[in-house]
């Protein structure tokens, strides 16, 4: 409990150091992910082991009981037999049996209730990775939500609404002298056009009478009397 406990605050520390210096949060959690994930690792591996010293001091404790079994049946051989010196040499390595039993056995009870005191904390430590890939996928989709709000905040910001509307005032005001301009050019053209019939009517009038003339003339017939001009005589 003592080591995986240490670990446990370690890491709790360095994880929220590293959120409270993290530039980018998704990158961040990410990298916790990886590091929650290679702390189950190594605890893992760590389970590993201590089963396989728990395997092996069981191992060793039914070995020394089996040990013990058989001397103790060596020596009632050797008694039943009348070989009293066997049977006490055999009864002394069934001592020394039973003494090594003892020793695996306490062996084996401490590496076994560590084990499984190491076990639980594995299984705590996956369901921690568990719960934190879990909320990874929120935790992501937050941090992106806030970027995309600090985003549009500082464009709405950074604008000069009122300068904004200044260009597009200055903007229709340019586009409105242009149509006046348009107009204006429209009207010039449009009274250089009537004026120019005007003097070709006049010319043609003109033009019309001579040819009236010239023809009473041909024909000796007397020429109509033209109207005065204004200001003028006959």
């Known amino acids: 409990m003592g080591i995986f406990s240490r670990i446990g605050d370690i890491l709790k520390a360095n994880i ?3 959120i409270d210096r993290a530039e980018d949060p998704e990158k961040m959690v990410k990298q916790i992910i990886l590091d929650l994930q ?3 690792s190594q605890a893992t591996q760590a389970l590993g082991k201590a089963m396989a010293s728990e395997r092996m001091a069981k191992r060793q404790y039914d070995n020394a009981v089996q040990s013990s079994t058989n001397w103790e049946s060596k020596a009632k051989a050797a ?3 009348g070989e009293t010196d066997m049977a006490k040499k055999a009864l002394a390595n069934k001592v020394k049996a039973d003494e090594e039993a003892k020793q695996y056995g ?3 009870q401490q590496i076994s209730a560590q084990t499984a005191q190491i076990r639980e904390q594995v299984e705590a430590m996956k ?3 568990e719960e ?3 909320r990874q996928a929120m935790l992501i989709a937050r941090s992106q939500m806030a970027k995309t709000q600090k ?3 500082q464009s709405v910001g950074g604008m000069d609404a009122s300068s904004a509307l200044d260009k597009f005032d200055r903007m229709e005001e340019k586009v409105a002298r242009q149509e006046a301009e348009a107009e204006a050019f429209s009207d010039i053209a449009g009274a250089s ?3 120019e019939k005007s003097y070709e009517e006049m010319e043609r009038d003109m033009q019309v009478d001579a040819e009236m003339q010239r023809l009473m003339a041909e024909m000796g017939m007397a020429s109509p009397v033209q109207k005065p001009t204004e200001g003028g005589g006959v």
């Open 193 to 195: 056009s009537s004026d």
């Open 127 to 129: 369901a921690k990775l």
């Open 132 to 134: 934190a890939k879990s």
């Open 79 to 81: 008694l039943s037999a």
């Open 16 to 18: 929220n150091d590293m």
């Open 151 to 153: 985003s549009l905040a």
């Open 38 to 40: 290679k702390e189950v």
């Open 106 to 108: 306490q062996m084996y």
